[in-house]
Every structure is written in structure tokens, then in C-alpha cells.
């Protein structure tokens, strides 16, 4: 498993394209699980996260599944957890749910690299 994360708008995805040429990419906000479970990449994987939450379905096993169904997946997500806390119930809930989920599978992953300005940086490579 590999993760690009970084703030919103700071080319993430042009990133991941980039890198990864050939890759079919799917985007977080369009799929269903079967699809995340089989994806060899997924752009704007907070946004599945987002879809999930919205429907009522708890992502507490999310990562575990992930790890054991599709550990070779790369994931591009927003990091939503930096500057004022929402206001909005949800919208923090979101922000928390992202923040764990990120956080297990980049322990699981082999590489992890924040992307700021275009600019990839490797923070970790296993």
C-alpha cells in the first residue's frame, strides 16, 4: 500500500498520475466498497470516507479491511485534519473518521508522501 496525502488544491492527484503512468484511477467520491477492495488507485479516498459517513455506515474497520483486501492500492487523500475544528457535528465526526483511518493504514503502508505546492516529499519508506 502506498499514500500520497496533503492539504486540499496542492496537486495531489496531478502527483499520483504522474508517478504512477498507466494506473487506472477511480475517484473515492463515485465508488462502492467492492470497487475500493479491488482499485489499483484511488483519488480523493477522504471523499469515499465522506460517502460512507453520509449513508449512515461506520468506517471503524475500514483500514483493516483495506489492508487485508487490497494492500497493493495507492491512495490519494486530503488531510482534513489541520486548521479550526468544524463547527458542525458531522463535519468534525468526518474529520476524526479521516484522521484514524489515514493514520492505521499509513502505518500499514510501505511508502507514505506529502504532497505541497506539486512537491513530493517521502516521510516514509519502508
Not at 460517502?51 to 479491511?65: F, I, M, N, S, T
Not at 487490497?70 to 485534519?81: A, H, Q, W
Request: aromatic share 8%; with cysteine.
Amino acid at each position: 500500500m502506498e499514500m500520497i496525502i496533503g492539504g486540499a488544491f496542492q496537486g495531489k492527484s496531478a502527483y499520483a498520475e504522474n508517478k504512477y503512468p498507466g494506473t487506472c484511477w477511480v475517484q473515492g467520491s463515485d465508488i462502492e466498497e467492492d470497487t475500493l477492495l479491488s482499485a489499483r488507485g484511488v483519488l480523493g479516498f477522504h471523499e469515499y470516507i465522506r460517502r460512507e459517513l453520509k449513508a449512515g455506515h461506520d468506517v471503524k474497520h475500514l483500514a483493516k479491511k483495506l489492508m487485508g483486501q487490497n494492500p497493493d492500492v495507492i491512495l490519494v487523500s486530503d488531510e482534513v485534519g489541520c486548521g479550526v475544528v468544524p463547527v458542525d457535528a458531522f463535519d468534525r465526526a468526518y474529520r476524526e473518521a479521516v484522521g484514524r483511518v489515514c493514520t492505521e493504514l499509513a502505518a500499514f503502508s510501505k511508502k507514505v508522501t506529502r504532497v505541497t505546492c506539486g512537491i513530493g516529499m517521502v516521510i516514509k519508506d519502508a
